[in-house]
């Protein structure tokens, strides 16, 4: 009787294992798929990932295989060589990004920009009333000066613009629905001009690699 009970149970424990293992893998494997659709979608942005999005999405690429690195050695040599390539493909990504974004921008540089673009080193200060001129200043000032814009003083351009919306936020709730309804026109058309000089940028680099 003992001998049939310990028997019962030592397959009721190798069935547990098995059950947790094959859990475990069908968890690692549907990881695997979210970092390559993650994977994917990032890099096919190119150089449209902006200053400001970066550092979230090296804190995506950590989250995303925080798993698939703590359960590797529970994959399939398959998964494991695909992880690897995915891997691969990141680090290079981001070494080109560092080599851009790593540098902070210089805070006098900055300064400089906010009071060409913007009319103000106090944007931060600005009332709801008075967001409405100085983001159609700003946007009008991209507009005659982008032509000659390296990629460097659209990081600077964007740093303006990120200052201009932050602050727009803190006081949105004091601004009326049709001061909100235009800046939020001028901020699609700024993120649209900032990629459409970034696929230009592109498109001549291809040209020069033929």
Known sequence: MKKTLLAALTLFLVMCTLSAQAQTKSKLEQDLEDFRTWMNKRVSQGDSVTRAEWPLIKQEFKAKTQSLERGSSQMTEASKQEYGELKGRYNEWEAEKEERYGQPLNR???????????????????????????????????????????????????????????????????????????????????????????????????????
């Open 108 to 210: 006098e540089t900055a300064a400089t920009w906010e009071r060409r673009l913007a009319g103000t080193n106090k944007i931060g200060q600005l009332k709801a009333s008075q967001l409405r001129s100085t983001f159609i200043r700003f946007m009008e000032n991209v507009r005659a000066q982008r032509s000659d814009w390296s990629l460097r003083d659209w990081d600077y351009a964007e740093h303006v613009y990120l200052q201009l919306s932050d602050r727009k936020q803190q006081v949105l709730s004091q601004m009326s629905n049709s001061d909100k309804m235009k800046l939020a026109a001028l901020q699609v058309e700024f993120n649209t001009l900032r990629k459409s000089r970034d696929a230009k940028d592109r498109y001549n680099h291809m040209r020069e690699q033929r």
